[in-house]
Every structure is written in structure tokens, then in C-alpha cells.
């Protein structure tokens, strides 16, 4: 499958202008980085991205707006492949140097729950890449259907700062034979890690984990996930959110800053879609949107 969704990927950018073009484009795009206790920020101006960015989410835009994720209203040039309910498609607004959307074949809302399994799935067929969920409510720029995300490994900081960070910055609340769950510590925002070779337990504590963070509340608990299987081991990091969007996305200028954050963002790469923003960010906006989104988690 890897292979097969590569090839889609040379095909697509030799025969869809639009996609050749912004793949390009990321060769070019400005970057920075803010330094913190052990690892980094980084920082990206991405003018494509203005899309997701500056997407509009409320109920209102959605329904009078064709679902850009159905399979009638895609762009003519967009291919895919069908791996049993869904089909995986080359996102053509792209953050990572090959990124992919995995779209379910239903028109059905963003939701995680009865779907996880999908995406553990998902993370071990297509192990080069690293999977990742936005909750309906925290940066899906289409929260009206189902879809995962896929990107190259090497473009979030998150996986190589657990290695670095897990044996100082790692609070171990829950360990059995085929699972452990890690809370990383001092890193700006909440990390929760389940590492299991086992896809059945690490599929249960997730429900477990989902249910509490539900609490009494009928809607999905807000969070981003990352999946990453490596070494025959499921690595999936679930960020506990607060809100959607920090103050300063809806600020008047010269105090606007459109960062709409989500899985990329929480994992440490932040996208800023205009370029005045991207040289005004500092490290203490960084720090402020992390206080505001994130939400603390009591090991219980």
C-alpha cells in the first residue's frame, strides 16, 4: 500500500497542475524556529494553506456549501484509491512534502469513536506515513465528513521530541502486557501517548480515554490525534483541547494572527497563511495560543 499510494502521488502531480504547482510551492515556503526546554517550534508561512486556515466551520457555512470531500464534487484531475470504505486521495493544498486525505465513501459527520480502529488500521497499512485525526470542532475544515490525514514522518516535530523527551518528560499512569499510556510532561500542551503492540488494547484504551474525556457531554471531547506505527508498535498521541480558536485569530490588526490550530500545529509546526503574520509571531504567542487550546488532563 505504501507503494501503491506513492505512485498515485507521481501520477497525480504529473497529470493535476494545481497539485504540481502547490507541492512546489512548499520548496519555497519561509520557515522558523522558536527554541523551548528540549525541543522546537517551527514555524512556516504557507499562503495555500489560507483555505483550511480561514475555512468557515459553523453549522450555517457548512450546509450551504457542496461537500468538497464527496466523491461528486471533487475536482475532475483528482484521483484515488479505494481500500475498502474509503479512498485516499492527494490533498492538493499540501503542509507535508506528500500529503494525503482519506476520505470514507459515506457522507458522514467527523467522529472518531466508532472509527479509531480504522485509523490504527490505516497507520499500520501505510507505515511510511504518519496518520492523524482533526476533530470536527478542532481544525477539520470539513467537519460535515468523515476523513483521516496522512503526511510524511520525518515533517513533525512530536515523534522524534517523545524519543528525546519520554524517558524525563513522561509520567507512565497505565501499563499492562501489550499497552502503556504516557502523559508528556512540560511540553506547552497536553500529549497523551498509548503505545501498544496490540491493536484490540490499544483500540480499548482509547475508548476508555474517550469516555472520560467525554464526560457528560453528548458531543465528541475536542482533540487532535497522531498514529504512527513503528516497529511493530502503535504510537498514538491524543491532544485534549479546550477550544478552537486562540483570541488572536479573531483579533482586529495589528494583533491578528490567523493561526487556526490542528493536528500539525498541536504536533509543533505551525502554518501561518499570511505573511505578516508568519514575521510578527514570537515565541510567547506560541506559548499563549498552547495555554488557550489545550486542555489540562488529571491522571486519575
Keep these: 500500500m505504501n507503494k501503491e499510494i506513492k505512485e498515485l ?69 483528482q484521483e484515488g484509491i479505494q481500500l475498502e470504505q474509503y479512498s485516499i486521495l492527494v490533498n492538493p493544498f499540501p503542509i507535508f512534502p506528500e500529503h494525503f486525505t482519506i476520505v470514507h465513501n459515506q457522507h458522514l459527520p467527523q467522529q472518531i469513536k466508532p472509527f479509531f480502529n480504522d485509523l ?63 502523559l508528556l510532561d512540560n511540553y506547552l500542551r497536553t500529549v497523551i501517548c498509548i503505545e501498544s503492540n496490540d491493536k484490540f488494547s490499544a483500540n480499548d484504551y482509547f475508548l476508555q480515554l474517550y469516555d472520560d474525556l467525554q464526560g457528560t457531554s453528548l458531543e465528541e471531547p475536542m482533540m487532535n490525534i497522531v498514529c504512527n506505527f513503528q516497529d511493530n508498535k502503535w504510537f498514538t498521541f491524543i491532544f485534549p483541547r479546550e477550544q478552537f480558536r486562540p483570541w488572536q485569530y479573531h483579533a482586529e490588526e495589528p494583533n491578528q494572527l490567523m493561526v487556526s490550530p490542528a493536528t500539525v500545529e498541536m504536533s509543533g509546526v505551525f502554518i501561518t497563511p499570511i505573511e505578516s503574520h508568519f514575521q510578527k509571531i514570537k515565541g510567547d504567542d506560541i506559548i499563549s495560543i498552547f495555554e488557550q487550546i489545550s486542555m489540562g488532563y488529571e491522571i486519575k
Design 120 to 182: 490504527l488500521s490505516f497507520a499500520e497499512k501505510l507505515s511510511d506515513y504518519v496518520l492523524f485525526y482533526n476533530g470536527p470542532k478542532c481544525g477539520a475544515s470539513a467537519p460535515d465528513h468523515l476523513h483521516f490525514q496522512a503526511g510524511t514522518k520525518s515533517f513533525l516535530p512530536l515523534l522524534t521530541d517523545y524519543e528525546k523527551l519520554k524517558q524525563k518528560n513522561t509520567i507512565c499512569f497505565f501499563k499492562n502486557t501489550t499497552c502503556e499510556v504516557y
Design 9 to 77: 502521488f507521481d501520477a497525480q502531480l504529473e497529470n493535476w497542475p494545481l497539485a504540481l504547482s502547490n507541492y512546489k510551492n512548499l520548496e519555497n515556503i519561509k520557515t522558523k524556529q522558536f527554541n523551548y526546554d528540549g525541543f522546537d517550534v517551527n514555524v512556516q508561512f504557507n499562503p495555500a494553506r489560507v483555505v483550511s486556515s480561514g475555512a468557515k466551520v459553523d453549522t450555517k457555512s457548512i450546509a450551504e456549501r457542496k461537500c468538497f470531500l464527496c466523491s461528486t464534487n471533487r475536482p475532475t484531475e
